[in-house]
DNA sequence: TTGTATGCGTTATCAG
DNA sequence: CTGATAACGCATACAA
C-alpha cells in the first residue's frame, strides 16, 4: 500500500502538497504540482487509510445499523423479509452518500455500546430497540442517533423516529374485519411494546366505534418459538374455534398460522379469516393471497438514513417524528360473516 | 473518550504499563499496579479506539463481505430470502468471533477494492462474484478470501470456495421429473454462469441417462426484472403451453410464476408443475407447496465464516472446495403424468 | 517492574 | 505556493 509519504517523496515535495491536491485544496498549489501530483495519484491506484482519517479528524465515516436480536425468531433478525428487505435499502443509501455501513446484531446493549464507542462511529441506526436500551446507548454515545420503529414517551426524553402509522394500521383491518361482519376477533401480537401494541390501540379504538369492549383474552401473545413448536400450534389450532378471525401482526406469522391449519383441513378463508402486516412478498404469492396492512420498507431505510446522515453533517433533524403511511390491501383471506357473538353476549360473559 | 494516556496520567503510571494491563502482559507487571489499573478501566468504562489499533498493527478486526448487487432481483440482494438467512448467520459467526463485519453491495468492483483498501479489512468474504471479477480483486488485495458459490477453472487461480452440490440438486431434481413422466420440461435460470450453469449441467445429465438430448430452446433465462413486467410473464406463460414441467433455479421464481399462472386460470400442478430450488421459507408455506432441492443457508454462511478466519489467523485453509450437501424435497407442485414428447419426436423436430 | 521513545498514515497549523 | 512539525491513540522495542 502506497502511502502519501512514499508519493511525496517519489516526487521530492511535501507530504502536505500531495494531500493539499487529494483534498483539492488546488488554490494553494501551482497548476504544475497538481497535475504531477493527480498523475501518480492513478499510476500508484492509491487508497487513503481510513484507520488514520479517522484518528486525525475524529470521525469515522461509519455508520452503526443495531438490530435487536429476538432470538427464535425465523432464522435471525436479518432472515425477517420486512427487515432484510429495509436493511437492503439501508445499506445502498448508506453507501450511496460516501459512508460504510457496520452492523451489529445482539441482545447484549453493553456489547453494542463497546461496538459503537470503538469504531468512533459517526451516526447510528437503531431498529425495533426499547426505550430503556435506547437511554442507555445515548447516557454514552453523543453522537447522532435515529431510530426506526420506536415508541416512547417524548416526555422523557426526545429523539428522532422514523415510523409508520400503526395505529391507523391496526385500526384500518380491525374496522374491515368489523365492517365483513367480524366480532370474535383473536389479535395475534409478538409482545404487548413497540409497534404492535400500539397496533393494538388501533385495534380497539375499531371496537369502540361498533361499541364493543375488546376482551383481555383475545390478545394472543405468540412468542416466536411457538410458531416452530408443535404443542404451541396445536394450542392456537384449539383456540382458533372460538373466532371467525384472526388478526396477526405480522405477514410471517399469518402465512405459517395458514399454513398449520390448512395442513389440519381448515379452510382459509372460509373456516376461518386471516389478516397480515407489513404486506411482503409472501402476502402476494400465499394462496389465498392475504389482506394485510401495506407498509413501504425500502422507504423507511431510506428516510432514516437521510435523517441521520443530514444530522452527522450538522443539519438540525428534518423532522422529530416521522409516521409513514399503511394502506389496507384487502385480497383474499378474509370472509365476510354474519354478525354473531356480540348479540349472543359474548363479549359480556365475565 | 478516555485514552490510555488519560489513565496512565490519572495513576501517575506510564502508558506503557496501562496498555500491558489491557493485554493481560500481568507477568511484566506487579500485582499492586495491575488491580490499581483494571479498577480504573471499570471506572472508566475504558474503550479502545479501534483506528489507533488498526494502524499500529496493520489489522482492522474488520471482516469485510461483499455481494454483486443484481439490479432488479426482488427489491434488492438482501431481499432474497436465501441472502438474508445466510447474511444473519455470517454475521452472526463474525461477531461472536471478535471481529467486525463491514457489508457492501455494489456492481462497481472498483469502489469495492477501494472500500476494502482503505479499510484494510483483514479478511473478504465474496459472495456471488463472478471469476473475472474475483481476479481483479485478488490482484489488489493480498489478505485471505472466502467465495460463497463461485465456480472457475482452478487451473487459472486456486481459491478456496464454500459451495453447494449444485450439479447433484440439478441432476436430482430433472430426475424426479422423468421419473414422474415428464418429458416437455422447461429449465428457467437467471443466467448461464455461476451456480444455475452447473445445475443446468446436472439437468443435462438426468436426461441423458434417459437417453434424451436438452434442446437450446428449452433453456429459458429470466432476468430478474422480467418477473416485475408484465409483457415477458404474458410471454412465459405463452410458452407454458408446451411443456408438462418448469424447473426453476429458485423458489423465488417459482413461486412467482406460480402466482402469475394460477392468477390466468392455470392449475398448478394439474395443468403444469412447477418446481423450485433452495427450499427457503415460501417454498413451504406456497399453495401447492413447493417441490425443491433443499440447502441449508446458514450453515454455508457459518462455514465460510470459520474458513476465512482461521485463514486470517494464519491457518492454512482447511478445505479448497467444499461442496455442501443438497436434499430433493418432495411436496406438493409435481404431477405424475403420461410421458410423451419423447415418442412423439417433439425432441429432433428441428 | 516500569518508563521513554518511536512509528503507524493522515491532517492541520503555521512559518517560510 | 510549499514544507516542517505536531497531533490523533495505541503498541512495542528498548532502556533504565
Excluded at 220 to 246: G, K, V
Aim: aromatic share 8%; hydrophobic share 35%; with cysteine.
Amino acid at each position: 500500500m502506497v502511502t502519501i509519504k512514499d508519493m511525496a517523496e517519489m516526487l521530492g515535495i511535501s507530504s502536505t502538497t500531495v494531500s493539499n491536491v487529494i483534498h483539492g485544496k488546488t488554490s494553494e498549489v501551482s497548476q504544475k504540482t497538481v497535475e504531477k501530483v493527480e498523475k501518480l495519484l492513478e499510476e500508484c491506484d492509491y487508497v487513503p487509510n481510513n484507520s488514520a482519517r479517522s484518528l486525525t479528524q475524529n470521525s469515522s465515516k461509519i455508520i452503526g445499523v443495531a438490530l435487536k436480536s429476538r432470538k427464535g425468531k425465523y432464522d435471525n433478525v436479518m432472515a425477517d423479509p420486512f427487515m432484510s428487505v429495509m436493511l437492503g435499502a439501508i445499506e445502498a443509501e448508506i453507501r450511496s452518500r460516501g459512508y460504510y455501513m457496520m452492523i451489529y446484531t445482539t441482545d447484549d446493549i453493553s456489547e453494542l455500546i463497546r461496538n459503537i464507542l470503538t469504531w468512533n462511529v459517526d451516526g447510528l441506526l437503531l431498529i425495533g430497540i426499547v426505550h430503556d436500551d435506547f437511554v442507555r446507548i445515548k447516557s454514552r454515545y453523543k453522537k447522532p442517533v435515529v431510530l426506526i420503529d420506536s415508541y416512547a414517551p417524548r416526555d422523557i426524553m426526545n429523539y428522532v423516529n422514523v415510523g409508520l402509522e400503526d395505529e391507523r394500521g391496526g385500526y384500518e383491518m380491525t374496522r374491515h374485519l368489523l365492517d365483513k361482519g367480524h366480532r370474535r376477533i383473536a389479535f395475534l401480537a409478538d409482545n404487548m411494546e413497540g409497534v404492535d401494541y400500539i397496533r393494538y390501540i388501533g385495534h380497539q379504538k375499531a371496537f369502540a366505534e361498533y361499541g364493543i369492549r375488546t376482551r383481555e383474552k383475545d390478545l394472543l401473545i405468540i412468542r416466536p418459538d411457538m410458531i416452530e413448536r408443535e404443542s404451541s400450534m396445536q394450542e392456537l389450532y384449539t383456540l382458533s374455534r372460538n373466532y371467525t378471525a384472526f388478526m396477526c401482526c405480522s405477514d410471517y406469522y399469518a402465512v405459517m398460522l395458514m399454513t398449520y391449519f390448512r395442513d389440519r383441513g381448515v379452510k382459509i378463508p372460509e373456516d376461518l379469516s386471516i389478516t397480515g402486516f407489513d404486506d411482503v412478498m409472501i402476502a402476494r404469492v400465499s394462496l389465498p393471497a392475504l389482506t394485510t396492512v401495506h407498509q413501504n420498507p425500502t422507504k423507511k431505510g431510506r428516510l432514516a438514513v437521510d435523517y441521520l446522515l443530514r444530522m452527522v453533517q450538522g443539519e438540525e433533524p428534518p423532522e422529530w417524528d416521522t409516521k409513514l403511511p399503511v394502506e389496507l390491501v384487502i385480497r383474499d383471506s378474509v370472509k365476510a360473516v354474519t354478525p354473531y357473538g356480540n348479540d349472543e353476549g359474548v363479549f359480556t360473559e365475565e
